[in-house]
């Protein structure tokens, strides 16, 4: 269903020379803003848990993701195999996430594609890996149109199931694009060996100078 927006420039209170003033309208900015009143109790509780996640990571404090992409939205391979996981259930998830149990040499993957085209710019990419996952998952990171290459894999330094933390943001890859074109963003999680693999949200931070 499209929308119908009317913009209308009020100079009642403006005094203008008719010789030598011209009122104009230049360009106008639509942004979606979130009202968090209208979020509920559980919707609230998972904002307030990422945003104390993201001041608590040393490199991202004081910092706001441009872009975050949401297990909710995500395809997943073999979907039966996948279980929610609710915020009251796991507190240190954003919004809930997806568990599934891998089968070592059977591909179990959960993929993020970002709705909106990254202009010219650098960009970080992260992920929080909650509690129980296991380390051994690979990161997909695919780029089109490509920059410089058309995907890269990443494998996170740490295995949070075994660590004793009750989750962590996780520096994936610094993104350049350079343009002219934008970029559309693919992040797929694959399960590497048998365990519990965990898809949460990825984040997209504009990188620091």
């Known amino acids: ?19 030598d003033d011209m009122p104009s309208l230049d360009a106008v900015a639509i942004a979606r803003v979130p009202d968090l009143t209208m ?14 996640a993201i001041s608590a990571e040393p490199e991202l404090a004081g910092r706001k993701p441009l872009f975050w992409m949401d297990d909710v939205g995500a395809e997943r391979s073999s979907p039966e195999n996948w279980t929610s996981m609710p915020e ?10 997806l568990q599934a149990e891998t089968i070592a040499g059977t591909p179990t993957t959960i993929t993020w594609t970002l709705p909106h085209h990254l202009p010219a710019g650098t960009y970080e990419i992260w992920t929080w890996v909650p509690s ?3 380390g051994s998952v690979m990161y997909t990171l695919e780029f089109d149109p490509p920059t410089g ?12 199931s075994i660590s004793g933390m009750t989750g962590k943001l996780v520096h994936l890859y ?19 060996e048998a365990g519990t693999m965990i898809g949460d949200v990825i984040l997209i931070f504009p990188k620091l100078p």
């Open 39 to 52: 979020l509920s109790p559980e919707e609230q509780s998972a904002i307030a848990n990422l945003q104390n």
């Open 1 to 19: 269903m499209g929308m119908n927006i009317t913009v209308r420039l009020d100079l009642s209170d403006k005094q203008l020379d008719q010789t």
């Open 174 to 192: 610094n993104l350049e694009v350079t343009g002219p074109e934008s970029c559309q963003l693919k992040v797929t999680l694959t399960g590497q």
């Open 88 to 97: 009251d259930v796991a507190p240190y998830t954003w919004n809930g996430a």
């Open 132 to 134: 129980g996952s296991s």
């Open 149 to 160: 290459a058309t995907s890269t894999d990443i494998t996170p330094g740490f295995d949070p």
